[in-house]
């Protein structure tokens, strides 16, 4: 009897300790907020991104992997840029292909205009 009465009181003590650990120790008080992390060194804002500000690109880490906003921030500015080169290049190639056949086409006219 004196030992059933023992391991009572034991597991009273252990799962009294367990749930102020838990609660915070009685203090009516939460955890404080810490400042939450955020990116050292973002993306500039003042000109387009370039190959080193990726590979320097680093997320900080949040409870369960990265900030999801961060980097779909991140990434749908990358992807805007994108965009916007891959826009660029098209028109740019659509010009070059232009002049390309324009220049053909006036170096043509002249020798066939010998030839007649």
């Given at each position: ?42 993306l500039p ?27 779909d ?44």
């Amino acid at each position: 009897m004196f030992m059933f009465l023992f391991l009572v009181v034991g597991l009273a003590v252990v799962v009294g300790a367990v749930t102020l650990s838990v609660i915070g120790g009685g203090e009516n008080a939460p955890l404080p907020d810490i400042e939450a992390e955020r990116l050292d060194d973002p993306l500039p804002p003042d000109r387009p991104v370039n190959h080193a500000d990726i590979e320097t690109l680093r997320f900080p880490l949040a409870a369960r992997g990265y900030r999801m906003a961060e980097v779909d921030d991140a990434l749908s500015r990358i992807a805007a840029e994108l965009a916007e080169r891959d826009a660029r290049i098209a028109d740019l190639e659509h010009a070059l292909a232009g002049a390309q056949a324009t220049a053909h086409a006036s170096l043509r006219k002249p020798i066939e205009g010998d030839q007649q």
